[in-house]
């Protein structure tokens, strides 16, 4: 009786391994089927990499053939600036010019640099220093010269004929200005004022000046 029990047991252990390998079997096929899956989408990943990388590199390529354009086409126009404007390429795209034997006031000044297509010189942090050389340079019979800025407020709220605000912190006032002293409206480089620091002046008195305006 316990050899027949003994030998049932033994078959059913060995349908259970049986079942337990199936099971086994089954699981590892799902296991490599979902690996198959996983390396087709792989591929199409790789794939879909290589094609970004050729786009990015297209793009670059453009980009350095656009900016190689633009470069050239700044060295071409700057190259335009007409007779009596100097190039200066290393403060922008401006030509500046300045005159010292037709002195003039201001507002003739400022008409006279329209006419020409531009405006009276912004005064400005980076090129003041520029203007200031100029101007001591100058061989011309005109001593002082009228820039772009005025106020209809002598000794506050000064702004340039763009309409920037010259603040009083501006490095290139002279010491003491501006003092509005007796309805100076308008901005002026003056000679004796530590080199042609900028002082506020009357507008009528001629002076030279300078002109800035694009090729
Ligand atoms: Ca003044």
Not at 200 to 213: A, L, S, T
Request: glycine share 10%.
């Amino acid at each position: 009786m316990m050899r027949g029990n003994s030998r049932h047991l033994c078959i059913w252990v060995t349908i259970k391994d049986a079942e337990q390998v199936k099971l086994m079997q089954d699981r590892l096929s799902s296991i490599g089927a979902a690996l198959e899956t996983i390396n087709g989408r792989l591929g199409i990943l790789l794939t879909e990499q290589n094609g970004l990388q050729a786009l990015i590199t297209n793009g670059f390529q453009m980009m350095n053939k656009t900016l190689a354009e633009i470069k050239k086409c700044l060295n071409c126009t700057q190259l335009k600036c007409p007779d009596g404007y100097l190039n200066e390429t290393k403060f922008g795209p401006f030509c500046y010019r300045l005159e010292s034997n037709r002195c003039k006031s201001w507002s003739r000044a400022r008409q006279t640099c329209q006419n020409e297509g531009g405006d009276l010189v912004i005064p400005d942090v980076n090129t003041y220093q520029f203007f200031r050389n100029l101007a001591k340079n100058s061989k011309g019979q005109c001593q002082h010269f009228w820039i772009g800025g005025y106020t209809s407020t002598p000794g506050s709220n000064y702004v340039t004929v763009s309409g920037v605000s010259i603040p009083i912190t501006f490095p290139f006032w002279s010491v003491g200005q501006p003092d509005g002293l007796g309805g100076e409206n308008c901005l002026e480089m003056r000679s004796y004022f530590t080199n042609y620091l900028m002082n506020d002046y009357h507008c009528n008195v001629p002076h030279g000046f300078i002109c800035q305006k694009l090729p």
